[in-house]
């Protein structure tokens, strides 16, 4: 059995593992020649043990490297950006390409590489005679799990046919010669008799398999035959093909491209195989909450259906392993609880909201309280005296009855020992020898009170009103609680304790508290699903007063506060981190000794969005190497909205965005720090102003489109939440119209980033595959028609009849200008067209545009703002328009238009310290942008999340 200590460096290791991007895989040493057989067990546990030194020390970011390299070998472009990644943090290990496994055991038996990660399959063919290569760690799959999985098949749910009527079915397999996806399926419906074959004398298994199945997609086959007509890509056994491997065969599945998919047992996403649950299982702490939740669980029942089954636990934590375990589904926590929940892969789902004024508004931000410190009148204590005294808490680890007081006190004595602080007290979880369950009361059992220091209500000191009550039963004499919790009657026998050392009454909470601080929420498993039944169980009670403990007194606050008016539904992909805000996660963190304590950084982490910017990124990381230090590490993301929210997390440091990406990025906490310079003569001016462009909307000559005859159109967006592209232009039409629903403005077009169903993703060109292209839609490089060129392409190309972009982009994508597909086109056949005009010549921007905004922006943490200038002064003048080294252009882009930074910039100027991102953009894109949220359509869901709390909302 692990010790507690031990099972706690455990996790934290396993969550080192987990956000370095790094698995504990089946890898094979290389053969080892004519050895003899002494010598070559040697050599073979060697390996094992520098390939195992490897993975421990990554985990452990163990600064001794090994002497030798460990060369990974990897089959496709995904897996050697993140194998270039891990060689960051374990430079112990190096990055072999090859583009099929086949390549990769080939180049390990001939010493051109060390290791590789294979499923069963594989490995047989690896270990053959004329490979000789050996398995030496195994993929564990979980504790309920072990080294074996199961070799399954997959069908939709209601198809009507059997194992044995696939003939003639449409088939996805994992690939040619996979255990899952050939081996264990084909054997089997061979032993089945079920597939014909006569023998690999007269025909290839692979002949019988075609004959038997209609069509198929068996990536590695010929890419000519039935074995590959399903595939979407190239057919190659490697991730060129989107239905390679596991999750590619599923997917070939849920696209509806086969009908049944051999894959593994674990395949199959958690929210694809669930069937919709009828009732919730609420977990309740303790015999009160139980008690309670037994009476809401009866007045649930309609007919013969319960819609709510309760479960008991004996305290948060053991409720939250029950969730995580499905023996459970959702509880009420407050903030701190919500923080441990994020680390068991749990998701803040509904909020309390305790504002009645607040509830009659239906687009209001969610509640927030106040932690406040309570102390009895006339005791002469102030916040500087509380040293020494006796303190009441809610709970271990809970939002105002610790973290955010002790967090105080940890910043002020840079001491994690708070019983050297305090001289005793009751925090119901501390362990039962702490000076901190010296004062609980525990149930009032004289003699053996099991009760005593848990955190439940059985402990009468848990809690809001249980921490009051240690501090007017003379337990304590400061409580640490909510402003809510001072009953009325007793208000003018206590005061608030305020950090600058002054007292207060206990109404002035609003001038006189420690924090605000997020509202209690209900958590539960990631399950879009569970979380839709979550809400609708929960706000359609009736019958029963959920949030009224009066039946139990004196016990207060069961299941959910007593002062909840409402929950309120938080918006989709809410997590802990995002749901408590970075604010708070900084205080929890401190106190858990998980703040970084590094020096300044020698490297940036740059976010990159989609693979042909983090291909760029990946240049330029590795042209930033100076003897063995990389200045620029690279992150990959889906979205700008994920780029930001690594940011904000401290997984990424930084990336250029648009005006109203600082918008969002700014109501996220992030500040710009530097922007794109588009005048080269501004770039040696100190003082230049920020640069700035135009907002343009273009149309082809000679169409009779007008603004005023604009409705109807079809339109060509740079992306959803663009400056030029959207918010400029749907800003201006909202203002027209004062109709949010911008799809009966617009018959059609492309915005990418869209819902994809949206008539806004209707016009969108992908990748150009013919069929199942993933990109559709998706802001990033892939798809064609995304940003300024993307938009003015989307144009070009018939797709739409009106682009809004930047002034200069016709100009850089006609006469001979830009890429191929913009080859043949004249500047002269477009014209732009503005309010209250008529259309005018590209060239005549100046007189005719929607607006003027501000340039591009590099935005970051507020507290990494000096690094990121400092590193992007240096490689700009590195890589910059007149750099020193020409190996690389930060500026320009080789496989695609303005990736990471727009291409026409010619410099990037800091901006003053200090500054806003409200006083970036300026008063009149703030005000358009104002008015613009109003369409809640129109805003992303990064800014909603930002933005759901009160005590959250920047401006």
């Known amino acids: 059995m692990l010790d507690s200590a031990l099972k706690l460096d455990f996790q934290m290791l396993c969550e080192m593992c987990d956000q370095r991007g790094v698995s504990i895989a089946t890898t094979f040493a290389p053969a080892l020649g004519n050895a003899d057989s002494a010598n070559t067990t040697a050599r073979t546990s060697s390996m094992k043990t520098l390939l195992l030194a490897v993975l421990l020390g990554c985990l452990a970011a163990a600064s001794a490297v090994p002497a030798a390299r460990i060369r990974w070998c990897l089959k496709s472009e995904a897996e050697y950006l993140k194998c270039k990644r891990l060689e960051l943090v374990a430079p ?137 007509q399903l595939c979407k890509g190239d057919c190659s056994r490697s991730h060129k093909e989107p239905y390679y491997d596991y999750a590619g065969a599923f997917q070939c599945l849920a696209d509806g491209a086969g009908e049944v998919a051999f894959v593994k047992h674990l395949t199959v996403p958690e929210q694809a195989t669930s069937a919709a649950p009828t009732a919730i299982k609420w977990c309740a702490v303790g015999p009160a909450e139980t008690a309670k939740c037994d009476t809401w669980s009866i007045n649930s029942i309609e007919g013969e259906v319960t819609n709510v089954e309760c479960h008991s636990a004996k305290s948060v934590e053991d409720c939250m392993s029950m969730i995580m375990r499905k023996r459970a589904d959702a509880m009420a926590v407050d903030g701190g609880q919500v923080y441990t929940a994020g680390k068991c892969g749990l998701v803040p789902v509904m909020v309390e909201q305790y504002d009645e004024a607040q509830c009659s508004v239906s687009s209001a931000p969610a509640s927030s309280y106040y932690a406040v410190a309570v102390v009895k009148k006339g005791m002469g204590i102030t916040w500087e005296t509380l040293k020494g005294k006796r303190s009441c808490h809610t709970g271990m680890g809970r939002t105002a009855g610790w973290n955010i007081p002790m967090g105080l ?30 004062a609980c009361a525990g149930s009032s059992k004289s003699v053996g009170d099991e009760y005593k220091c848990k955190p439940s209500a059985e402990e009468h000191y848990y809690g809001y009103a249980g921490a009051f009550r240690c501090l007017a039963d003379g337990a304590g004499e400061v409580a640490f609680v909510k402003h809510l919790t001072v009953p009325e009657s007793e208000k003018p026998n206590y005061e608030l304790l305020c950090p600058d050392n002054t007292r207060k009454s206990i109404d002035s909470y609003k001038t006189c508290h420690l924090a605000r601080v997020p509202a209690h929420a209900v958590v539960s498993r990631k399950d879009p699903q569970m979380a839709e039944l979550i809400y609708n169980t929960l706000t359609t ?92 590490e690279c992150q990959s993301a889906k979205s700008v909205e994920d780029c930001m929210s690594m940011i904000m997390r401290k997984r ?79 800003g201006l039409i909202h203002k027209q119209t004062n109709n949010c629903d911008f799809t009966t403005f617009f018959s059609s077009g492309c915005a990418p980033g869209a819902e994809p169903t ?53 100009k850089e994508n006609s006469d001979g200008n830009g890429p191929d597909w913009a080859r043949n086109v004249n500047s002269a056949d477009y014209e732009l067209i503005c309010p209250n005009k ?89 005000t358009a942008m104002s008015s613009l949220r109003v369409c809640t359509d129109s805003t992303p869901d990064l800014e909603k999340i930002c933005t759901f709390h009160s005590c959250q909302q920047k401006s």
């Open 92 to 228: 112990a290990i190096s990055c072999v390409r090859r583009e099929s496994t086949m390549e990769c055991i080939v180049a390990i038996t001939a010493k051109l590489a060390d290791a590789i990660t294979l499923d069963g399959g594989d490995v047989y063919t690896a270990g053959l005679k004329n490979y000789d290569l050996h398995p030496i760690i195994a993929e564990d799959y979980g504790p309920s799990s072990d080294t074996c999985y199961y070799a399954v098949a997959v069908v939709k749910k209601g198809s009507s046919f059997g194992i044995k009527d696939l003939a003639g079915k449409k088939s996805c397999h994992t690939g040619l010669g996979k255990s899952a996806g050939w081996n264990i399926p084909i054997g089997t419906l061979l032993s089945m008799d079920l597939i014909k074959w006569t023998g690999i004398e007269d025909s290839p298994v692979e002949e019988a398999v075609k004959n038997f199945f209609h069509s198929s997609c068996v990536p590695g086959a010929n890419a000519n035959d039935k074995l590959c």
């Open 541 to 632: 009670v009736r019958g029963f007063n959920l949030f009224s403990s009066e039946d139990y007194a004196p016990v207060q606050n069961l299941m959910f506060k007593d002062s909840t008016i409402r929950l309120v539904k938080l918006p989709p992909n809410t997590d802990s981190f995002l749901y408590l805000g970075a604010g708070y996660m900084s205080i929890i963190r401190s106190l858990k000794r998980e703040q970084a304590t590094s020096a300044a950084p020698t490297a940036i982490k740059w976010c990159a969005v989609g693979p042909a910017e983090t291909a760029k990124c990946d240049t330029w990381s590795i042209n930033s190497i100076e003897g063995e230090v990389t200045t620029v």
């Open 838 to 926: 008529s259309p005018v010549p590209v060239t005549d921007f100046a007189s005719c545009h929607l607006a003027m905004v501000p340039a591009h922006a590099v935005v970051t943490r507020p507290e990494s703002r000096g690094d990121v200038v400092r590193i992007l002064q240096d490689q700009q003048a590195k890589f910059g328009t007149k750099g020193t080294d020409g190996r690389f252009k930060l500026f320009q882009s080789e496989s695609g238009k303005n990736l990471l930074f727009k291409d026409s910039t010619k410099c990037l100027q800091e901006i003053p310290l200090g500054e806003s991102f409200e006083k970036f953009l300026g008063a009149e894109y703030m």
């Open 409 to 438: 006190i940890h910043k002020q004595t840079n001491n994690c020992d708070f019983t050297t602080f305090f001289s005793s007290g009751c925090a119901p979880g501390a362990e039962p020898t702490s000076p901190f369950c010296a």
């Open 652 to 730: 990424a440091d930084a990336i250029a965005v648009d005006g109203g990406q600082v918008y969002t990025a700014g109501k996220c906490g992030l500040v710009p720090v530097m922007v794109e310079q588009y005048d080269e003569a501004q770039c040696s001016v100190s003082s230049a102003p920020a640069s700035s462009y135009y907002a343009v909307a273009v149309v082809k000559k000679g169409m009779g489109i007008t603004w005023e005859t604009l409705k109807g159109k079809r339109s060509c967006h740079t992306g959803m939440g663009r400056t030029a592209g959207w918010n400029i232009p749907m």
């Open 758 to 810: 949206s008539p806004f993703c209707a016009a969108c060109a992908g990748s150009s595959k013919s069929v199942g292209d993933e990109y559709k839609c998706k802001p990033s490089a892939e798809e064609h028609y995304y940003g300024y060129a993307g938009a003015f392409r989307c144009l070009v190309e018939g797709a739409g009849d009106v682009a809004f972009i930047k002034h200069t982009i016709v």
